[in-house]
């Protein structure tokens, strides 16, 4: 029998530059040339960057954790801490401007961590990241330094509310969505390591200002915020980085498209609802602990100690959440948030209000590290800043207007009653919508999500 001779392949290049052009949709549709020595000056040996499968680790990654770390303690860490500063200016620098006035400061501050993502998220797809993030946090400093000479609430509320609180949310929101570059199914580990610093921060500045005002003054006090804050900004500058590539997503600044899906619909009204309550007891605790007979001086550590607890809540979620998912983790953190704050007008002693402070701290410190977790998992990771960033700056017209809100609460009942039940209800609303999100998105009962 004679051999065969072997059968020539033919060769189809505009099939084979279609499939190389979807594969790595990164590289160029042209035809690939034959030429080797063409094709070696055009195309680069090694790939900058992969579009899929996030390292979850390495020493790179690790170090952007750190970085963002570093970056919540500066912003969250000092936001965080108003409670302190609306007790002291209602008992010293303010004493004559009614406590909803003065909360306005603190709650324009809350706003404004969020409020800007909806710009910054966009403006980190498309690649604009580092300069934004160094002139933020030259600003910070610049204010706390101004804050120190502040005198009238007009001024406060201009320095210390507005500047300090926007340049925070420059920072805040890509500092968030950079982890997801680096990070996928360790994800709620990494945020909640990340997160712990805005818990670190939390309790550190409370703390400090109490014991440095009454050493060394209010101005002296806030000046070494300022050298703080220069070393830790400082080092987050020079850490962080992003992995992946900017991608120009359809869609403008404000994509409507993506309120198509009801379950990220109700979940910014969760969002909203959510901040709508859960800065009001973090805002009057320190007041309503002096209001029960307890001392000024140990009154303004409650703060630190709500905060200090909130770290043990922000690991914990992140741990959890990479076990049963980051909504599943929301709804029940959320819930033991909502069920405090309906008991906290109720303590009536030093040991009662030190418990409520540390599960409020707990419980809280769980929706704050999951947010941008769950914003994430909603959509394409090319489009995540955007999506985060809608959903913080909807949730900070919650954050601005609970504190006044529940502070004219206060004032027109006379106590804190009335707020707590106020804030703790809408809290559980917040809650419920979390658990309607995780069921739309799920499409089941049960399941990880």
Known sequence: MAQ??????????????????????????EVVPVDQKTLHEKVPEKPATHLAGAPDGGLTAWLVV?????????????????GVFQAYYQENLLRHTSPSNIA????????????????????????YFKIPFLAASCVIVASVFLTAE????WQFFLVQGFSLGACCGIIVGPALVVISHWFDRKRGLAMSFAAIGASAGSTVFPAAAQKLIPLIGFKFT?????????????????????????????GGLFNLKVFRSRAYTIYCIAGILGFLGLYTELTYISVSAIAIGISKNFAFYIIAIANGASAFGRLS????????????TMVAFTAMAGITTFAWPFATDESQIIAIAIIYGFSSGGFVTLFAVA?????????????VGMFMSLAAFGAIAGPPISGAISTASGGFVDAGLYAGGIIMCSA???????CLHLRRLWGKC
């Open 66 to 82: 750190v970085a963002v770390n570093l970056a919540l303690f500066s912003t969250f860490g000092i936001a965080n801490a108003w």
């Open 375 to 387: 914003a994430v998992a909603m959509g394409n990771m090319e489009d995540a800043g955007r999506r």
């Open 222 to 250: 806030m000046r070494v915020f300022g050298f703080i804050l220069l070393a830790t900004l400082g080092m987050a500058n020079i850490l962080l980085k992003r992995r992946l590539p900017p991608v120009n997503v359809r």
């Open 104 to 127: 306005w400061i603190g709650s324009a501050q809350y706003a404004l961590v969020y409020f800007p993502a909806l710009a910054t998220g966009r403006m980190f797809d498309l690649g």
């Open 4 to 29: 065969e001779s072997p059968r020539k392949l033919k060769v189809f290049p505009s099939t084979d530059s279609e499939f190389v052009s979807e594969a790595f949709p990164w590289k160029s549709r």
């Open 432 to 438: 419920g919508l979390l658990l309607v999100t995780r």
């Open 317 to 328: 979620s992140g741990l959890i959440a990479d076990k049963i998912g980051a909504l599943n």
């Open 150 to 153: 502040c005198t009238q609430f």
